[in-house]
């Protein structure tokens, strides 16, 4: 058997720091730019196979 003390003392948690992390919608917007560039590569690779 384990014995485990468990504290229920309050803890200050650290307010998080909003300047070092892009918005959600920026990391949106440059995935959909990465997405829209590789679709538009394959694109003109198959064309010039064809």
Do not use: C, N, Y
């Amino acid at each position: 058997m384990i014995d485990a003390k468990i504290s229920f003392a309050q803890i200050e948690v650290a307010p998080a720091v909003r300047g070092k992390r892009l918005p959600p919608l920026v990391g949106l917007g440059l995935g959909a730019m990465v997405s829209i560039g590789l679709w538009a590569g394959l694109a003109l690779t198959v064309s010039h196979l064809f």
